[in-house]
């Protein structure tokens, strides 16, 4: 995978001056560690799940001359076509590689520069020997190659081949006569031939990696509100152990307009990443800008009708007459009423502690229940309801499931007399956790978007949750 623009050159020569960070993140941004393992993982599957092998193989085999023969490599103007081994070689017709073992990866970070990846293979040929019949010979072969990490001109994460190279190993004689002279005849054929033939494979392999660090790049849906736009912020930077990726995920309405709430001051300061382990993440901001999005959709407001409670939550005149009489001015007993709910702001979310809350700002209306209609409140309410969040990851998604903790009102306008309102709040908690929290729920049901990075599933990620931020961290 050679690029093609001279920017791809220029982000890799200004990437290799980068140092790690030091554990701070930006307010903004998504924070994704990949564990060496996990890059690993990435190029053995490219090599047993995809086709990379067989089509190396097709292209070599589809050499009708072989690398060996008249026409081949030792034949007339070839690598050895002069000398008194010339007529000994000529005996042997049609040597071609017909099988390639699954390589064995061995992986290792360069700071500042990519990676060294090594390819441990076994390469097959057959042919016609010298004296006749069927010739099979195996040869094992060490592919070393220097790859280094930089950012496309798509803003992608990106390995580019720098240098390639083959150690030829022991050769064995699986079947046939081969006399000794032409050990070393094959051998050098070899070392010729198995670059321009294995090299190709790593080329290959990055290819679907960069496919896979590509999906960095992504327009993830939010259901009905809008998406969630992953970019790379700044050029990757690289360790011992991990690639560190600076994600800024950039959030649009269903109108496509990008959403900016504000954002908290602090940057967030990063736990350390413990070997063989992977990362992601998840600031305030992408809390924050999800709760902004269902109170600007008006999806956080709700009528709560005696319909909607059950039958030990009564919504009466006479359960409010109980409370606080005061309120009910001349309303007869047993009439229903109605709750009406608005949020006029955007709630706030908490992450301290290792506990996530949220705070919704409220205005209640308190009425008489008339289908056919719209009766005058009875009274309004300013409150605040107090959430807390559970947090749980699946493959693709940070989960959010609300409980509620508490209600605060404080009586604004009363039609009648004013009254101590936090003698409602036990009534009007029980009827919020019986129709208000089960409506954010199903609302909360779109989750956070995590980025897609190298296929890494936090399905079973152990979470954490920071000051400011959410951390998600598994093992590779």
């Known amino acids: 995978v050679q690029p093609t623009m001279p920017r791809v050159w220029s982000l890799?020569?200004?990437?290799?001056?980068?140092?790690?960070?030091?554990?701070?993140?930006?307010?903004?941004?998504?924070?994704?560690?990949?564990?060496?393992?996990?890059?690993?993982?990435?190029?053995?599957?490219?090599?047993?799940?995809?086709?990379?092998?067989?089509?190396?193989?097709?292209?070599?085999?589809?050499?009708?001359?072989?690398?060996?023969?008249?026409?081949?490599?030792?034949?007339?103007?070839?690598?050895?076509?002069?000398?008194?081994?010339?007529?000994?070689?000529?005996?042997?017709?049609?040597?071609?590689?017909?099988?390639?073992?699954?390589?064995?990866?061995?992986?290792?970070?360069?700071?500042?520069?990519?990676?060294?990846?090594?390819?441990?293979?076994?390469?097959?040929?057959?042919?016609?020997?010298?004296?006749?019949?069927?010739?099979?010979?195996?040869?094992?072969?060490?592919?070393?190659?220097?790859?280094?990490?930089?950012?496309?001109?798509?803003?992608?994460?990106?390995?580019?081949?720098?240098?390639?190279?083959?150690?030829?190993?022991?050769?064995?004689?699986?079947?046939?006569?081969?006399?000794?002279?032409?050990?070393?005849?094959?051998?050098?054929?070899?070392?010729?031939?198995?670059?321009?033939?294995?090299?190709?494979?790593?080329?290959?392999?990055?290819?679907?990696?960069?496919?896979?660090?590509?999906?960095?790049?992504?327009?993830?849906?939010?259901?009905?509100?809008?998406?969630?736009?992953?970019?790379?912020?700044?050029?990757?930077?690289?360790?011992?152990?991990?690639?560190?990726?600076?994600?800024?995920?950039?959030?649009?309405?269903?109108?496509?307009?990008?959403?900016?709430?504000?954002?908290?001051?602090?940057?967030?300061?990063?736990?350390?990443?413990?070997?063989?382990?992977?990362?992601?993440?998840?600031p305030l901001y992408l809390f924050n800008t999800v709760f902004g999005l269902l109170q600007t959709s008006g999806t956080l407001d709700i009528d709560i009708t005696p319909e909607l409670v059950p039958s030990n939550v009564p919504l009466t005149t006479t359960h409010l007459a109980a409370l606080v009489p005061e309120a009910l001015g001349r309303l007869p007993p047993g009439q229903h009423l109605v709750l009406l709910l608005r949020v006029k702001e955007a709630p706030s979310v908490t992450l301290q502690n290792k506990k996530a809350t949220v705070s919704i700002p409220a205005n209640i209306h308190v009425l008489p229940y008339v289908p056919q209609g719209t009766p005058e409140a009875l009274f309004e309410l300013n409150g605040v309801v107090t959430l807390s969040a559970q947090l749980a990851a699946s493959a693709t998604k940070l989960h959010i499931s609300l409980s509620l903790e508490r209600l605060n009102v404080k009586l604004t306008s009363s039609f009648s007399h004013a009254f101590d309102a936090s003698h409602l709040e036990e009534w009007l908690s029980d009827a919020i956790r019986a129709a208000y929290v089960p409506k954010l729920n199903v609302a909360l049901d779109v989750g956070i978007p995590l980025p897609k990075i190298l296929n890494v599933n936090f399905a079973n990620s152990v979470l954490e949750i920071i000051d400011n931020a959410v951390v998600l961290t598994v093992v590779s």
């Not at 190029?43 to 026409?71: A, D, F, M, R």
């Not at 040597?95 to 699954?102: A, M, R, S």
């Not at 006749?132 to 060490?142: C, D, R, T």
């Not at 990055?206 to 912020?233: D, H, I, K, R």
């Open 12 to 282: 890799l020569l200004l990437w290799g001056l980068v140092t790690p960070c030091q554990g701070l993140l930006e307010t903004v941004g998504t924070l994704a560690r990949i564990d060496k393992d996990e890059l690993g993982k990435a190029i053995q599957n490219s090599l047993v799940g995809g086709p990379i092998l067989q089509n190396v193989l097709g292209t070599v085999t589809s050499v009708n001359q072989g690398l060996l023969g008249s026409k081949g490599l030792l034949g007339g103007g070839g690598l050895l076509s002069y000398g008194g081994i010339f007529r000994v070689v000529q005996e042997l017709s049609g040597l071609k590689v017909d099988e390639l073992t699954l390589p064995k990866i061995s992986l290792k970070l360069l700071p500042a520069f990519g990676v060294q990846l090594s390819l441990h293979t076994k390469v097959g040929l057959h042919g016609s020997g010298p004296l006749g019949g069927l010739l099979q010979l195996a040869a094992e072969v060490n592919v070393s190659s220097r790859v280094a990490l930089g950012m496309s001109s798509r803003g992608t994460p990106i390995l580019v081949l720098k240098r390639c190279s083959t150690l030829l190993g022991h050769i064995s004689l699986l079947s046939g006569l081969l006399p000794a002279p032409l050990f070393g005849v094959v051998e050098q054929m070899l070392f010729k031939v198995l670059p321009g033939l294995l090299c190709p494979v790593v080329d290959s392999v990055l290819g679907v990696v960069n496919e896979l660090l590509g999906a960095v790049l992504s327009l993830v849906p939010l259901g009905t509100l809008g998406s969630v736009e992953f970019t790379l912020a700044t050029l990757p930077l690289i360790s011992n152990q991990y690639i560190e990726l600076d994600i800024n995920p950039i959030v649009k309405n269903v109108a496509g307009d990008i959403i900016d709430f504000p954002k908290h001051p602090v940057p967030v300061k990063v736990p350390p990443k413990e070997d063989h382990t992977s990362q992601v993440t998840v």
